[in-house]
Structure formats: C-alpha cells, structure tokens
C-alpha cells in the first residue's frame, strides 16, 4: 500500500539534495532526475512545495516522459490538505466604463474641431500676410 503524505510533508523536500513533486495527486522523489531532465533541475526545484500538475501539463510531455514518472513514484497525497483552486479566469463580460456616451461623443466632437480650428487659423494667417 502506498505512503499518503501531507501537502506540508511533500512541500519540505524542495531542494536540490531532496526534490519531491505533486502531480495528479501522486508524489515522485524527482532528486536524482534533477540533473537529466531536458529543462534543467531549477524547472523542476521551481514547481515543488505545490500541486505541479498544472506546470507538468502546461508543458506538453510526452509519453516516454509520463511513463517514466513511475520510477520516482514514492505515494499518495492526502487531497484534504491541498488548498482548492481559485478561478483565476477574466470575467467574460467586461463591465462599462462609461454608460453615458454623451462624454465620448464630446471628445470625439473635440478631436474633430481642434485640428480643424488650428488649420483655419494657420490659413487666416497666410491670408492675412499676403493682403499686408
């Protein structure tokens, strides 16, 4: 029967002498991979002390790589001591800003009229020099 660990118990081996891992609910001693894994050990020493599922998956592995997973396997985790997820996700609807458009439609009104203002200006200018 395998060993059930803590999130706190996986979380103290998180160092290059003695390196544990949380993915989908397992742990793996990944310490003597440090040195062989493709990404390099600081990859893997940078994904310790939490749920690593997500940094595992996020990467791509393939299935030699999954399958290799077996050899550093070590027990279970205890799911009661793993924080739940927050949903980190962008609101699908963006709330207004602005509900009255009447603002936006004064600075649009404004960039509209100031460069043409400026432009008459210059013209009335050069009217002006030509007559003098």
């Known amino acids: 029967m395998p060993s059930v ?26 310490t003597k991979f440090l040195d062989d894994h493709p990404g390099g050990g600081d990859v893997l020493l940078s994904s310790t002390g939490k749920d690593a599922t997500d940094d595992f998956e996020d990467v791509g592995h393939s299935t030699s790589a999954r399958a290799m997973l077996v050899e550093f396997y070590v027990g ?12 980190n996700n962008i609101p699908q609807t963006q709330p207004q800003i602005n509900q009255d458009n009447s603002s936006g439609f004064i600075v649009k009104l404004f960039q ?3 460069p043409l203002i400026i432009f008459s200006f210059a013209v009335g200018i050069r009217f002006y020099n030509k007559s003098i």
């Open 112 to 114: 509209f009229l100031i």
């Open 76 to 87: 279970d985790i205890d799911s009661t001591t793993i924080p739940e997820r927050t949903n």
């Open 5 to 30: 660990y803590t999130l706190a118990e996986v979380s103290d081996h998180n160092n290059s002498k003695d390196c544990w891992l949380l993915i989908d609910g397992k742990v793996y001693n990944v």
